[in-house]
Every structure is written in structure tokens, then in C-alpha cells.
């Protein structure tokens, strides 16, 4: 039997498997396409590649609006007030959407600083000066390690940098 009547089909099949594959984004990432009407919902965007432990400036974000009836996913970052001084965790690129557990709040106490640290019950406030073993954002529960006992203990980062820990 001769290729040669085949041979148009036979091509035809390998250019569109070919420009499939370079088309289709890997499996588990999704690139936001952006729609010359604007009548989608508008979200922001890397407009270049952001590093890990970078902190998200408006200028690395781009606007575009997506393709109407296009929904962005649960889990994503797509405003300006979610993203503005926030740390990359982890490499997030142009034209992706950024997820939630991408990103996160800047360290309010790093490790090894030395912190305050105050126990209040009713009208009895004691404070103690530490240091602490890991770094945390306002509301983490972060190490820390008495000054004068060195006894280890566990708190929560306050606002103003201070660890508040409780009764147990």
C-alpha cells in the first residue's frame, strides 16, 4: 500500500497535534486571557516574574479584564488591596492568576530579634523581654525564648510587634 494518498491526512494530523501542544497551558495552571470588550470582570495580574520573598509593588501588577463569561477561580488574588506589600511565597508569573497561599503578610518580628513579651489577667500585667525563634506576621503563633530563664514558650504577635501569650 502507498503513504502517498495518505500522506495530506498524515500531515495535517501532526500540525494540529503539534499546535495543540504548544497552545494548551500545563495541566493545573491557568492563564488569564484578556478580552477586547471590556465587559468582564477586571483583576490584576503579574507584568513580570515576581521571586519568592519579593514584596508585590502596584507597578509589577497589570490590569486586564477578562473574556465575558470568563469567572476567575476561588483562591486567587485578583485585587489591589489583597496584593499591595504583600511577600511572594513562591515564583508567580506574568499572565497567571496569583493564589492566596502564594502570597503573604510581611514579618512583623524576624528570628532572633529581641521582643516584648507581656502576659495580662484581669488588672495583673507582667512583661518579660525575649527573643524569638521564628519569624511571624501580626496574628502568628511564634516561638520565643525568655532572656533571663531561657524557657521556651509559645505566643501571638500583636500589631505593635509585642507578644501577647496567655494562660494555659
Known amino acids: ?14 500540525l494540529a497535534a503539534a499546535l495543540a501542544g504548544v497552545c494548551a497551558p500545563a495541566f493545573g495552571e491557568e492563564t488569564v486571557v484578556a478580552a477586547s470588550q471590556p465587559a468582564g470582570e477586571v483583576v490584576l495580574i503579574p507584568d513580570r516574574v515576581i521571586y519568592p520573598g519579593e514584596t508585590i509593588a502596584p507597578g509589577a501588577l497589570k490590569e486586564v479584564t477578562l473574556v465575558p463569561g470568563k469567572k476567575k477561580p476561588d483562591a486567587v488574588a485578583t485585587r489591589l488591596e489583597e496584593l499591595d506589600g504583600k511577600i511572594a511565597k ?27 513579651v507581656i ?46 501569650i496567655g494562660a494555659s
Open 119 to 164: 502576659f495580662a489577667a484581669g488588672a495583673l500585667t507582667i512583661s518579660a523581654a525575649a527573643v524569638t525563634l521564628e519569624p511571624g506576621s501580626a496574628g502568628d503563633l511564634v516561638k520565643v525564648r525568655n532572656v533571663d530563664s531561657g524557657k521556651i514558650f509559645s505566643g501571638t504577635v500583636m500589631a505593635d510587634g509585642t507578644i501577647r
Open 1 to 14: 500500500m502507498s503513504l502517498s494518498p495518505l500522506r495530506p491526512f498524515l500531515l495535517c494530523a501532526a
Open 90 to 116: 513562591r515564583t508567580l508569573l506574568p499572565g497567571h492568576y496569583i493564589p492566596v497561599n502564594a502570597i503573604r503578610a510581611p514579618w512583623l518580628v524576624e528570628q532572633g530579634a529581641p521582643v516584648q
